[in-house]
């Protein structure tokens, strides 16, 4: 099945600078890609997806590339702030239709002002 | 909004119990999910289900069952509660159609096996 990896597990910034978050998956079949965030004691909320035949994705100060020779997609956020401080978690769809998506294993992100 | 819930955000059980949390959603969403969320882990799924009566086995479904009774609510079972149970359980609905595939999350239930 499909396997997530995620790196790194936690990233300390500071106020203003840039933060760049990479994932690969395994399964070539797979198809979406969505980034979420979490925030401490709320549940993950969606920020950010790219589809496969797509290969970059911006929204504001966040972006999303894909590589799918490669197998990697990355999450790009720009002149972080404070409340971008939280667990940032990528995915992959690894099965048909897109409905079971499978998770990285999450990273911290701390932004310092 | 979609509005995603479950029964309870605290559980404490103890070993051997059987317990199940519950989770309803009410945007008529076809898929329902249930991960569990531990430290270093990030989210793994457990089980899935994109229609009543249907069930999918996740990445650790061992130790769960699930049912679907009604397509608004999605039961996870823990047959025989067991310490290694401990963890943050998420629930999660979204829509079955090709161009749409965010899932809803909702507030989670902690629950302890002692």
């Known amino acids: 099945g499909e396997n997530v990896e995620q790196h790194p597990s936690t990233l300390s910034v500071q106020e203003g600078d840039s933060a760049v978050i990479k994932c690969t998956y395994s399964?070539?079949?797979?198809?979406?890609f969505p980034w979420y965030k979490q925030e401490l004691g709320k549940r993950p909320q969606l920020i950010i997806d790219?589809?496969?035949?797509?290969g970059e994705k911006k929204d504001q100060r966040i972006a999303v590339t894909l590589n799918k020779t490669a197998k990697h997609f990355s999450l790009h956020i720009t002149e972080t702030q404070p409340e971008d401080s939280a667990v940032y978690f990528c995915?992959?769809?690894?099965?048909?239709?897109?409905?079971?998506?499978?998770f990285g294993k999450g990273t911290t992100l701390s932004v310092s002002s | 909004d979609v509005k995603v819930t479950q029964s309870s955000r605290y559980l404490v059980k103890r070993t051997g119990e059987k317990v199940f949390l519950e989770c309803v959603q009410d945007?008529?969403?076809?898929?329902m999910f249930w991960y569990r969320q531990d430290p270093g882990l990030g989210l793994r799924l457990i089980y899935f289900?994109?229609?009543?009566?249907?069930?999918e086995k996740g990445d650790i479904p061992e130790g769960y069952s699930v049912s679907r009774e009604k397509k608004e609510r999605f039961s996870l079972i823990l047959e025989s509660a067991s310490t290694n149970q401990t963890s943050m359980y998420l629930c999660?609905?979204?829509?079955?159609?090709?161009?749409?595939?965010?899932?809803?999350f909702g507030p989670g239930t902690r629950l302890t096996v002692t």
């Open positions: 999660a609905s979204s829509v079955l159609a090709a161009q749409t595939y965010e899932q809803y």
């Open positions: 399964d070539s079949a797979s198809n979406y």
């Open positions: 790219i589809r496969s035949n797509v």
């Open positions: 995915a992959a769809a690894g099965r048909q239709a897109g409905t079971a998506l499978i």
């Open positions: 945007m008529d969403h076809e898929n």
């Open positions: 289900s994109y229609d009543v009566k249907m069930k």
